[in-house]
């Protein structure tokens, strides 16, 4: 049976952040994994800890609105008409109908959510489920080094990406029990960073940390760092971004520190803004300008299982997301 209520784990944060990382070590507190999990990768030997339905439904999502997690510079949720809208809490729904059944602590991980939460957070209202967010934050350099050599993007284009992936997903989440955890504090000391952030989102992990010890310290390892330090000029070079760039990672270390610090969620509300304004007026052309004919857009997205757009065209029009 379908077990609604309780409390479900978003992990969170660009791509290349460290998320993947988290959310294994989560998984060995006792978080539970999707069922039809994304199979290991040579970019990721240890694990995904996606779900492929998930990711097809955000792939689908994005879709609908012209847009992809690489592309998504103009995206807005909100033009998505009411049917859109509808179908996507459906895909929601079956996601976590199929991905966890009776699962006490679902884990979901898909940086993709980040631009999606706006969606995905009244679905899981809608089931009486607390979400409750752990954000991942790597330095942006690392970042722009990482999927460089992945996916051989433009550093301009991954240092918009991650401002406009951590800023919906921090903005989004304001009001969610979360935790802001540094990637880097994870492999120096995952006890430390996994206490912590069990203490500021009120969680108590299934196993305890020193039983699951043996394993984490398998898995917690400087192996997982894809890509080493790199020189600060890496983080910040590409224009107009810099200085948002600077004082947005600024400003979430700091909300790492001190989740209250109104200080820093006024310093992330400036960039957010001006980085908002400057997305609706150029984020879409400027970003074609980069993307055009590039061979990220070859690959085909992820797909919804069979037979869910048949469920969905079943599900009346009157069917919609709930206001928050």
């Known amino acids: 049976m379908d077990n609604v209520g309780g409390e479900a784990i978003l992990v969170l944060g660009m791509h290349r952040s460290g998320t993947s990382a988290v959310a294994g070590a989560l998984s060995l507190l006792g978080a539970a994994p999707p069922a039809h999990i994304v199979p290991v990768a040579p970019d990721n030997p240890s694990g995904f800890w996606g779900s492929e339905p998930i990711l097809g439904t955000n792939d689908w999502i994005l879709n609908q609105g012209a847009a992809t997690w690489y592309d998504c ?41 980040c631009l999606l939460l706006d969606l995905w957070l009244p679905a899981l209202r809608a089931r009486a489920t607390t979400p409750v967010v752990v954000l991942v934050l790597r330095s942006p350099g690392k970042v722009v080094e990482s999927l460089t050599a992945r996916e051989h993007l433009p550093a301009a284009i991954t240092t918009a990406l991650w401002l406009r992936h951590m800023l919906d997903a921090e903005f989004a989440t304001r009001f969610c029990r979360r935790h802001v955890v540094l990637y880097d504090d994870l492999l120096r000391d995952w006890r430390e960073a996994l206490t912590l952030a069990g203490q500021r989102t009120a969680i108590a992990w299934p196993i305890g940390l020193e039983a699951a010890a043996p394993r984490m310290d398998r898995f917690i390892d400087a192996r997982l760092r894809h890509f080493g330090p790199v020189g600060r000029r890496n983080a910040v070079d590409a224009m107009p971004f810099a200085g948002w760039l600077e004082e947005a990672f600024a400003a979430l270390r700091g909300l790492g520190r001190d989740p209250s610090d109104q200080f820093q969620l006024q310093r992330i509300d400036r960039v957010r803004t001006a980085f908002r304004m400057w997305s609706r007026a150029h984020g879409r052309t400027w970003a074609e300008a980069f993307l055009h004919r590039h061979e990220i857009r070859a690959p085909r997205p992820f797909e919804v299982p069979a037979g869910w757009h048949q469920i969905a065209k079943d599900i009346p029009d009157a069917i919609t997301l709930p206001v928050e």
Do not use: Q, V, Y
């Open 73 to 113: 510079l103009g995206f807005d949720p909100d033009a998505l008409d009411a049917r859109r809208r509808g179908t996507a809490l459906t895909f929601i729904m079956l996601c976590m109908m199929t991905e966890f059944a009776d699962a006490a602590l679902p884990l979901i991980k898909d940086p993709r959510i």
